[in-house]
């Protein structure tokens, strides 16, 4: 290539690769790089192919954007609130995420009182809540200058996410259709749209579990190490975002004993091993911060504040907060107040002493501890006086009216859900993370405390579960009786393609499909003679009517082609007039009746001449 001073233009330029009518030479250290002025290959012209080309892609990012505008205008709705200490976990969220962006590293406020008595506050480590969903939240704080809303606004795709990743679950377990469904859906459902109003890790956790059910549905389709270890991620990703995130290990180990039997005890074993193993690096940093700090293992220093505001007198006996958290619980008396405000305690020393507090007095109401658990169970089910669930979850951040809207469509789709489990027993197996989910819900509730905000996880499954009812229910096949809801999901379990229901083709539809396909095969029994001899335009049934005869039946045609036809011929025809019928469904109506009149016109002449 010619040196030259400054730049020029110059003529065509052979590449290696294409040829460039018109480039600029730019100097840069005696080096020369050509650049096109004219850069086709963009990222928009890039993207805009793959949702031409790639219908899935197509249909995730519509729920993508469907699901995130809702969650904005409803964050446009409430506004920049203040995130004040009232607001409790949100506030704690808030302070580690600002210290983070502030350059303070991992760390919140945290109080004391000195020897005279007086209350001292100093910046130190906490582990007071996990860490991914405050790093997600101060990535957030980052791209939004600290602002509240639109970091809230930004956090709205982790819900959007969410959407996209049910889809793909539900897709994968019945059919696209139902998979739309239950998109659709989950993109209205009013208490997953509730979870991006506010600054809690439950959204965060519910993506992550919709996520580790996908990819034990993809290990079962396939089973590879990797996704073995991309599930274990997940794991540790959960663990890393709640405190009680590393019990969920147990969802893909019985997953893998359980709903997987064709694979070998050996190979389950060095599966779960994988699990296992990419869970705990995941969550080593995280260990190594809690051991470092504070010489412990423990996943978060909020168990013992769990713990005792789920056990103590209000929580028991008030008509009000019975089976819920009551805050106040925390400190009972002056005595318990200066003994967490002792400066030789840190935070999991308090946590240590609120753990003590709470079980002792569990221990000490023993004869009132069922009825509690019975009331938590149903308060998070929203059967325990739901107009005080809402009003306590009000306190959570969240409006009452958003409450009133999620109990307004939880009710009718849990009772969706649970006939939809009742026609899905005999698929168990791919249902058994939804049953480990739910359960797992039930079993938090007993043990802690019963509030709809820890319900998202059950949610969801109600969702993928009720929506092959719904998708049943709007079918007009069922609307018109022409066959049962019962009839209609059968087939949608079972096969996971559409249902033969929706098609409903009369029987002469029918008969000339199977004209087509005897016709079909007549055609490939020709020899390469006859078929250069067979001119465009020319009926087959007039240059070969014995082998159209023979392949429809004989003299009676169409009637007892199945009859006459050997078990491989009969298979076949099955099979090509199954392929008919799935392409004749997505066509329009008017297409369907004048293309295949037609056709029944030319067959009925064609077994005349056969005859």
């Known amino acids: 290539m010619r040196r030259t001073s400054g730049y020029m233009l110059g003529s065509e330029?052979?590449?290696?690769?294409?040829?460039?009518?018109e480039e600029r030479y730019y100097r840069d250290d005696d080096f020369y790089v050509a650049r096109p002025e004219d850069d086709r290959e963009t990222i928009l012209s890039k993207g805009r192919e793959v949702l031409r080309n790639y219908?899935?892609?197509?249909?995730?990012?519509?729920?993508?954007?469907?699901?995130?505008?809702?969650?904005?205008l409803y964050n446009l709705q409430l506004g920049n609130y203040p995130i004040s200490p009232e607001l409790r976990d949100m506030h704690d969220y808030d302070q580690v995420a600002r210290s983070l962006v502030d350059g303070g590293g991992y760390s919140r406020p945290w109080a004391y009182t000195d020897d005279r008595g007086e209350t001292v506050v100093e910046i130190r480590k906490t582990m007071f809540r996990p860490p991914l969903y405050t790093l997600a939240l101060a990535s957030a704080y980052a791209l939004s200058n600290r602002n509240s809303l639109i970091a809230r606004i930004l956090l709205c795709s982790i819900g959007a996410s969410t959407v996209v990743a049910l889809f793909l679950v539900t897709r994968k377990l019945f059919n696209t259709r139902v998979g739309a469904v239950a998109g659709i859906l989950a993109a209205l459902y009013p208490p997953l749209i509730a979870a991006d109003g506010?600054?809690?890790?439950?959204?965060?956790?519910?993506?992550?579990?919709?996520?580790?059910?996908?990819?034990?549905?993809?290990?079962?389709?396939?089973?590879?190490?990797?996704?073995?270890?991309?599930?274990?991620?997940?794991?540790?990703?959960?663990?890393?975002?709640?405190?009680?995130?590393?019990v969920w290990i147990l969802l893909p180990l019985l997953f893998v004993a359980v709903s997987m039997p064709a694979v070998r005890t050996s190979r389950k074993v060095g599966l779960v091993g994988v699990m296992a193993a990419t869970a705990f690096v995941v969550y080593l940093p995280w260990l190594h911060h809690t051991w470092t700090n504070f010489k412990t293992v423990a996943p978060s220093a909020s168990l013992g504040s769990m713990v005792v505001g789920a056990n103590n007198r209000v929580a028991y006996y008030d008509r009000v907060f019975m089976g819920s958290w009551y805050y106040g619980g925390l400190v009972r008396d002056r005595a318990t107040l200066?003994?967490?405000?002792?400066?030789?305690?840190?935070?999991?020393?308090?946590?240590?002493?609120?753990?003590?507090?709470?079980?002792?007095?569990?221990?000490?109401?023993?004869?009132?501890?069922?009825?509690?658990?019975?009331?938590?169970?149903?308060?998070?089910?929203?059967?325990?006086?739901?107009?005080?669930?809402?009003?306590l979850e009000e306190g959570w951040g969240r409006p009452m009216w958003i409450s009133y809207a999620g109990m307004a469509v939880y009710f009718p789709l849990l009772g969706a859900g649970v006939y939809g489990l009742w026609r899905s027993r005999r698929r168990w197996r791919d249902f058994l993370p939804f049953y480990t989910i739910v359960a797992g819900f039930v079993v938090f509730s007993a043990l802690a405390f019963g509030s709809s905000r820890f319900r998202l996880p059950a949610d969801v499954s109600l969702i993928v579960v009720s929506s092959s009812v719904l998708y049943g229910i709007t079918r007009t096949t069922v609307l018109t009786r022409r066959t049962s809801l019962g009839?209609?999901?059968?087939?949608?379990?079972?096969?996971?393609?559409?249902?033969?229901?929706?098609?409903?083709?009369?029987?002469?539809?029918?008969?000339?499909?199977?004209?087509?396909?005897?016709?079909?095969?007549?055609?490939?029994?020709?020899?390469?003679?006859?078929?250069?001899?067979?001119?465009?335009?020319?009926?087959?049934?007039?240059?070969?009517?014995?082998?159209?005869?023979?392949?429809?039946?004989?003299?009676?045609g169409i009637g007892n082609a199945d009859e006459?036809?050997?078990?491989?011929?009969?298979?076949q025809t099955d099979t090509v007039a199954d392929s008919e019928e799935l392409k004749l469904t997505e066509a329009t109506?008017?297409?369907?009746?004048?293309?295949?009149?037609?056709?029944?016109?030319?067959?009925?002449?064609?077994?005349?001449?056969?005859?």
């Open 13 to 21: 330029v052979e590449s290696s690769r294409l040829r460039v009518p």
């Open 55 to 72: 219908p899935l892609v197509r249909a995730c990012a519509l729920f993508f954007v469907l699901a995130f505008g809702l969650r904005a």
């Open 198 to 246: 506010v600054l809690y890790p439950e959204a965060l956790f519910t993506l992550l579990v919709v996520l580790l059910v996908l990819s034990l549905l993809l290990l079962k389709e396939k089973v590879t190490l990797t996704r073995a270890a991309i599930s274990g991620a997940l794991v540790g990703a959960m663990a890393l975002t709640r405190a009680e995130g590393a």
């Open 338 to 391: 200066y003994e967490i405000r002792d400066p030789r305690h840190n935070e999991k020393t308090v946590d240590d002493l609120y753990l003590a507090q709470g079980l002792e007095y569990a221990r000490s109401h023993l004869e009132r501890l069922p009825s509690v658990v019975v009331v938590r169970i149903l308060r998070g089910l929203d059967f325990w006086d739901p107009y005080v669930t809402a009003r």
């Open 487 to 556: 009839d209609l999901l059968d087939s949608v379990e079972k096969t996971g393609e559409m249902s033969r229901f929706e098609a409903e083709l009369p029987e002469e539809v029918r008969r000339a499909i199977r004209l087509r396909a005897a016709k079909e095969r007549a055609y490939r029994r020709l020899n390469s003679e006859d078929l250069a001899r067979l001119h465009e335009g020319e009926d087959l049934a007039r240059l070969d009517p014995e082998s159209l005869s023979g392949a429809l039946g004989g003299e009676d």
């Open 564 to 571: 006459a036809a050997d078990e491989e011929t009969a298979e």
């Open 589 to 611: 109506s008017l297409d369907i009746r004048s293309g295949l009149i037609r056709l029944e016109r030319e067959g009925s002449q064609g077994s005349e001449d056969a005859g």
